[in-house]
């Protein structure tokens, strides 16, 4: 930690002053059966436990997350899901299994046939009735609503009678189940987004979830109230306060003035501080996610791979996990975490100037009378798109690669935005951007692959397309025993650092304050379910 206090002790540590004008602004079911092959056979749900008593009018509680949303629209984001308002027909359990939720059971007719019957006894928060033909009218409306949806749900057709939702993908999909756990597939009552109209759904959605919408601020707060006829045990709190907010060392100092009960993504400096405080602890837990780089293909700055691999030897991953997360982190070596079944298990790449150096000397780079590395008498400046909050790591992470850039001549000009992938997508001025996703939500690779690498994708908003990566995604997709797709899975990581589009840097731990007078609940990996019916607090 010291000699990255030396280093770039402006960007790690806050002064008393600020601190103290920071305090005042914050003042103002059972598993899944499958058979040889991996396929989904049926998978049944045991009747909802007998309606808890343990709930109580004033149990309140205020969460803090990093992420701002400007929507709650729930094809399109994960707040709605996240906040305990709309659910999804499966789901993941603590051991990251998919398993029922709406959807008592499930079954693979064919190769392209899937028939999911629905819980019948569930209804929207509007009252109205969750039967096949409202699930056909949710879905019909994400698709409609969301690019990104419609890409990785693959509809042909949908079919609906009584409970019973029949769903026909373009082509054979024998993981499908696992797409169907994205918060964006959430089911919501069509009819009251008809009776609303889009915008005020948008900030008030519908679903059948535990907690109900009663006020949102864009970018803020969310506002929730018990779903007294939920259809689940009823939940144990009475309200919920689901903040948002990108700067972690608000939402640190929120935490340790005790004003939020949970708050995500604690800088890790504030920790040793936290273990101080006797009512509140801290979980450290092994995510799902990958912070990595993506380089433009329409750049000429980084068309030679030889400048992209040079830039991926300057990353110092082992002072980001150490100086930075102060160890709550992994070196990455690839898309996946290396603990994975389908991880790399190779070494990541460690610092190392000098092979830099001769790569870019290779690629034709000489320095110049200033000592900068040049090339037809033009420096190599690279812009580099980086977050301005959300995770604490995020911003200073390119501060890092930039200073070892420096060194052997390589100007990297950072340009800090709020959503990099927006930015992106949008403009083509910049040659290197910060990127943060789950890569492996699902306990599995193939949504990644086909949302980063296919163009089009969720996660690929620079277009990024490698011609030998789709026969191994396509066949992929079309099979289902674990093993054979955990090989293939390898083999496309395989491919993918060989290209290098991207640099991965590191698989951050999710830092997760949580006062001790919480209950029954703990952050989960995927990160996707945190307002929930059994959350509590004494």
Request: glycine fraction near 6%; include cysteine; aromatic fraction near 8%.
């Amino acid at each position: 930690m010291y000699a990255m206090k030396k280093r770039y002790p402006k960007f790690l540590k806050l002064t008393g002053a600020l601190l103290l004008i920071l305090a005042f602004i914050m003042a103002g079911c059972s598993n899944q059966v499958s058979n040889n092959n991996g396929d989904t056979i049926s998978s049944e749900q045991p009747a909802p436990a007998e309606k808890s008593s343990i709930t109580d009018d004033n149990k309140k509680i205020t969460i803090i997350h990093s992420l701002p949303s400007e929507t709650l629209d729930p094809h399109n984001g994960w707040i709605a899901l996240r906040a305990g308002v709309t659910e999804t027909l499966v789901r993941l359990d603590e051991n990251m299994h998919v398993t029922p939720w709406l959807a008592s059971k499930w079954e693979a007719k064919d190769d392209v046939t899937w028939v999911f019957t629905i819980r019948d006894d569930i209804d929207f928060q509007d009252g109205t009735k969750l039967d096949a033909a409202a699930a056909k009218a949710s879905f019909e409306r994400g698709i409609t609503d969301s690019k990104a949806l419609a890409a990785s749900l693959k509809i042909a057709s949908l079919e609906a009678n009584g409970q019973e939702l029949t769903i026909k993908t373009t082509e054979p999909l024998p993981a499908y189940p696992t797409e169907l756990v994205h918060p964006t597939t959430s089911l919501i009552s069509v009819a009251a987004e008809t009776s609303m109209g889009k915008e005020k759904f948008n900030q008030a959605p519908v679903g059948t979830g535990p907690f109900k919408v009663t006020s949102f601020v864009s970018g803020k707060e969310i506002k929730l109230v018990r779903n007294d006829a939920y259809w689940d045990e009823k939940a144990r709190l009475a309200e919920v306060t689901f903040q948002s907010n990108a700067d972690a060392n608000i939402r640190t100092l929120a935490f340790q003035s005790k004003q939020a009960d949970i708050v995500y993504h604690l800088s890790p400096e504030s920790l040793e501080a936290i273990k101080q405080e006797q009512d509140l602890s801290v979980e450290s837990v092994t995510s799902l996610r990958t912070h990595y780089f993506t380089y433009n293909p329409a750049s000429n700055n980084v068309t030679d791979i030889q400048v992209r691999q040079a830039i991926d030897k300057l990353i110092d991953r082992d002072a980001i996990v150490n100086d930075i997360m102060l160890g709550h982190a992994m070196p990455a070596n690839g898309p996946f975490n290396s603990t994975l079944p389908f991880g790399n298990s190779e070494a990541a790449q460690k610092l190392d100037s000098v092979g830099a150096l001769q790569l870019l000397e290779s690629a034709g780079y000489t320095a110049g009378a200033n000592g900068k590395l040049e090339k037809d008498g033009k420096a190599l400046t690279l812009k580099l798109i980086a977050f301005s909050g959300i995770n604490p790591e995020l911003p200073l992470i390119p501060l890092v690669v930039q200073s070892e850039a420096a060194k052997i001549g390589v100007t990297i000009e950072i340009v800090s935005v709020e959503y990099p992938e927006v930015y992106i997508k949008d403009q083509t001025d910049w040659d290197i951007s910060t990127s943060s996703y789950l890569t492996s939500p699902r306990g599995d690779g193939g949504s990644f692959l086909n949302s980063t690498y296919i163009v089009g994708g969720s996660y690929n908003p620079a277009n990024i397309h490698i011609d030998k990566l789709d026969p191994i995604i396509k066949q992929l997709n079309a099979t289902g025993e674990v093993a054979q797709r955990n090989e293939l899975t390898r083999k496309a990581v395989e491919i993918i650092n060989e290209a290098m589009p991207h640099s991965y840097i590191i698989n951050p731990n999710i830092l997760v304050g949580v006062n001790k007078r919480v209950a029954n609940w703990k952050p989960g990996a995927e990160e996707f379910y945190i307002v929930t019916n059994k959350l509590d607090v004494n």
